[in-house]
């Protein structure tokens, strides 16, 4: 469905309907009610004011007169396909899908050439997750015109949902051609243009988007996040000002201005300060949200070196998350990982070894999130020779596709690769990696840290690719996790316990891939990197085989992107500050201690 507040119809109206229609355009609700109950006077059974009485009703949140309204409609003109779109509208307003999904089948029975009801059926069944149907009533209302912008846009978030981003980056594209007015259409587009670290074409982007809608909450957001990958920190934060002064309530902007404002604090921090403890200790406020402002909080308090405050607002914004997001399946990390060894041996690797393409070029950069990958990746991407991608989620996106069948698990995708789909695969993992790199890079790293789940596809596509593990302290790593924002999937996050369980698993595999997997793995110790910079660099251009070269030491001045928490440390010169970390909250997180008493090594490499 459109978001349009206005009703939109493909047939001619009455002269009082079309100021209805202008009515609703500027959100006049009482007027256009009234202008329909006016035509109702002189024709009481006039189909469409009663179908745009229901949409009127639904919209003011009179689901019941809505109701009544729209069916009316459809009883006085039941072979008008307008009334059972308006109907299926409804519908949607009161999350019915089902009902809804009959009005709109309903409406292009009676006439197949309804653009208008094919995109709304469509928009119906992709949010009951019936993806199939879906794309074929979006490519019905597009074969019949070809020029609905609204419809390339929910046709490019489907094909989100099903990760063919390409063909979705070519829907928002098409949408903001036939409505160059559709702010919307470019927010889409820019956010999944950041996603594959187009981040500058993403900003103008966004900028755009705000130039035809100020208020446009999600560009404001894209823009802010955009701003912090390109390290302007201040421009990011002008950016979640403008969110708070139109939704002072808002969690999320709350927690990333909270996250980036200076010590220097501005003069309205210590009102969104007081602000943001209120709320996290409220008991109306919802779990997410309470997630979003603690994590903001503890970052807050952290860089005053406030340690028992950030620690507290840690605490809370961590037991938000795991309440939403619930906890660690251990059971099952531990049964994908005995997978894992059990298939991938160097008899499995042996008797593919002609599989995939024989380019040296990718580096895959691995290890827990927060164990230096970034540092690593940052000083690699100074060296003329090579480039950094960031965190791809091509290798993982791939793996799923080369899956057999809906019953298959992810960790199964290499066993299913055949040598021809190997080099099929390959070849679209090369294309995602090169993008945006300049031409002649000798090596080219991909930093997506949980890449070791999937070194083995990655080893049948690329038999000479290297990898480079990263570690540090346990009880550093888990800290610095726990205090960060994560994606609510990564469910490890949020308990120490539960980080000592994904800790001891990720050790386990990455001592399996030392053993059996064919590729070179360099180990790369976090501690060892800020202790002695240029001696684990050169073990690094030692390691991919590239001279040496001095910019590797001026990392933190390389003017590039960094889509990950660790934007603004790899952007300073190298510190160990970082280095045993943990002890200063020692005493306020006491089961950060006890998790990892096992761990008696906290210094070992894997």
């Not at 409609?73 to 009959?102: C, F, H, M, N």
């Not at 001026?554 to 970390?581: C, E, G, K, L, N």
């Amino acid at each position: 469905m459109t978001t349009s507040t206005a009703i939109k119809s493909e047939r001619p109206q009455s002269p009082l309907l079309q100021e209805v229609q202008k009515a609703l355009e500027e959100q006049n609700w009482s007027a256009a009610r009234q202008l329909c109950r006016e035509q109702l006077e002189i024709n009481l059974n006039d189909p469409d004011a009663y179908r745009y009485l229901g949409q009127i009703h639904s919209l003011m949140g009179e689901r019941e007169q809505a109701l009544q309204s729209a069916i009316r409609s459809t009883e006085l003109a039941p072979e008008d396909p307008r009334t059972w779109s308006d109907l299926g509208r409804v519908y949607i307003r009161g999350q019915a899908w089902p009902k809804a999904i009959e009005s709109f089948s309903k409406a292009v029975e009676l006439d197949p050439q309804y653009a208008d009801g094919w995109h709304n059926l469509g928009s119906a069944l992709k949010k009951t997750g019936d993806r199939e149907r879906a794309f074929d009533a979006l490519k019905r209302a597009l074969q019949i015109d070809a020029t609905r912008a609204e419809t390339y846009l929910t046709l490019g978030n489907l094909l989100v949902e099903a990760e063919q981003l390409e063909d979705a980056i070519q829907c928002f594209q098409w949408a903001a051609v036939h409505d160059p007015s559709m702010s919307r259409a470019r927010s889409r587009l820019a956010q999944e243009l950041s996603q594959q670290g187009n981040v500058k074409q993403a900003e103008a982007l966004f900028r755009q988007s705000l130039g035809l809608d100020p208020d446009d909450i999600s560009s404001w957001f894209g823009l802010g996040r955009t701003l912090e990958d390109l390290g302007q920190a201040e421009a990011a934060l002008g950016c979640y000002r403008n969110v708070l002064r139109r939704y002072p309530g808002n969690a999320l902007a709350l927690g990333q201005y909270l996250s980036l404002v200076k010590d220097e604090e501005d003069e309205q921090s210590g009102m969104w300060l007081v602000h943001a403890h209120k709320a996290l200790g409220s008991d109306q406020t919802p779990e997410e949200a309470k997630a979003l402002l603690g994590y903001g909080l503890a970052k807050y308090h952290d860089r005053r070196r406030q340690f028992r405050l950030a620690a507290e607002a840690g605490m809370l914004g961590n037991a938000a998350r795991r309440k939403k997001a619930g906890p660690l399946d251990r059971d099952a990390l531990t049964a994908r990982v005995d997978h894992i060894m059990q298939t991938y041996t160097k008899e499995f690797f042996q008797a593919r070894q002609h599989y995939g393409v024989g380019t040296d070029q990718p580096v895959f950069i691995v290890g827990l999130p927060r164990s230096g990958t970034t540092l690593t990746e940052q000083i690699l991407s100074a060296h003329p020779q090579m480039h950094g991608t960031g965190e791809l989620p091509d290798l993982a996106r791939l793996a799923g596709q080369a899956l057999h069948d809906e019953g298959d698990a992810p960790w199964q995708a290499a066993l299913r690769l055949t040598e021809m789909k190997s080099r099929q695969f390959s070849y679209r993992y090369l294309d995602a990696l090169r993008q945006g790199a300049p031409r002649g890079r000798l090596r080219i790293s991909d930093k997506q840290p949980l890449n070791f789940f999937q070194l083995a596809f990655a080893a049948v596509l690329f038999p000479n690719a290297r990898v480079i593990y990263c570690h540090r302290g346990v009880r550093d790593n888990a800290l610095s996790i726990w205090l960060e924002n994560f994606n609510p999937d990564q469910r490890y996050s949020t308990d120490f316990s539960d980080l000592a369980w994904f800790t001891g698993e990720s050790r386990r595999i990455m001592r399996h891939w030392h053993a059996e997997l064919p590729l070179f793995i360099l180990d790369v110790r976090y501690e060892e990197t800020v202790a002695d910079l240029e001696g684990q660099a050169r073990r690094l251009t030692n390691f991919l085989g590239v001279p040496w070269d001095d910019r590797c030491l001026d990392f933190h001045q390389v003017d590039r992107a960094v889509q990950t928490p660790s934007r603004w440390q790899v952007r300073q010169p190298i510190y160990t500050r970082s280095v045993d970390r943990w002890k200063t909250y020692q005493e306020y997180l006491p089961d950060l201690d006890a998790a990892f008493a096992g761990f008696h090594d906290d210094r070992m490499s894997v």
